[in-house]
T-cell receptor, first 114, second 116 residues
């Protein structure tokens, strides 16, 4: 059983909507990640938070806005998305963000933008 | 730049047989980690096994083993006694110290189908 949870499992939104994806981990990890994954492709890194501070932004459009309220929670705020943003959004966490650490993933949110 | 190559887009294996999923990598880092993940159709990325670049022994986790050949820069995943539940996409991934802030680099994946 995964110890990284994500809500909602599925989300359908219009291009003018504002919605949020939520991620929570219960492993005491201090690094958290957002990935975007298109069908039959590998995940692409979007953001990394380390000790609640944004450490990596992979040039993601501003319509995606991450937030880390505390070390256990990670949000991804969505606004004015495009249909091409439809994808599986995966959250992951690791102990401290070090190179050799394993990242543990949540079950993902399947997003459809109409 | 670091790169992971998985040359088998799709594979079939008979239930109870062993299967090897290929992974080769390219890096100039001396210190790096190699990971295998399983992704069923449900979408969750499940961590399977890890191999550090300085580990002399091949990693094993239950039915999974990693055939690490450092000189050939290969890190193949071996699944013994395949089960129907092993049908999934499998990703090989790597992190290195000097690569883009330690970003996890994924291969394109191999879709494994286990036949009854």
């Amino acid at each position: 059983d995964t110890e990284v949870t994500q809500t909602p499992k599925h989300l359908v939104m219009g291009m003018t909507n504002k919605k949020s994806l939520k991620c929570e981990q219960h492993m005491g990890h201090r690094a958290m990640y957002w990935y975007k994954q298109k069908a039959k492709k590998p995940p692409e890194l979007m953001f990394v938070y380390s000790y609640e501070k944004l450490s990596i932004n992979e040039s993601v459009p501003s319509r995606f806005s991450p937030e880390c309220p505390n070390s256990s929670l990670l949000n991804l705020h969505l606004h004015a998305l495009q249909p091409e943003d439809s994808a599986l959004y995966l959250c992951a966490s690791s102990q401290e963000g070090a190179i050799m650490e394993t990242q543990y993933f949540g079950p993902g949110t399947r997003l459809l933008v109409l | 730049a670091q790169k992971i190559t998985q040359t088998q887009p799709g594979m079939f294996v008979q239930e109870k047989e062993a299967v090897t999923l290929d992974c080769t990598y390219d890096t100039s880092d001396q210190s790096y980690g190699l990971f295998w993940y399983k992704q069923p159709s449900s979408g969750e990325m499940i961590f399977l096994i890890y191999q550090g670049s300085y580990d002399e022994q091949n990693a094993t986790e239950g039915r999974y083993s990693l055939n690490f050949q450092k000189a050939r820069k290969s890190a193949n995943l071996v699944i013994s006694a395949s089960q129907l539940g092993d049908s999934a996409m499998y990703f090989c991934a790597m992190r290195g110290i000097y690569n883009q802030g330690g970003k996890l680099i994924f291969g394109q994946g191999t879709e494994l189908s286990v036949k009854p």
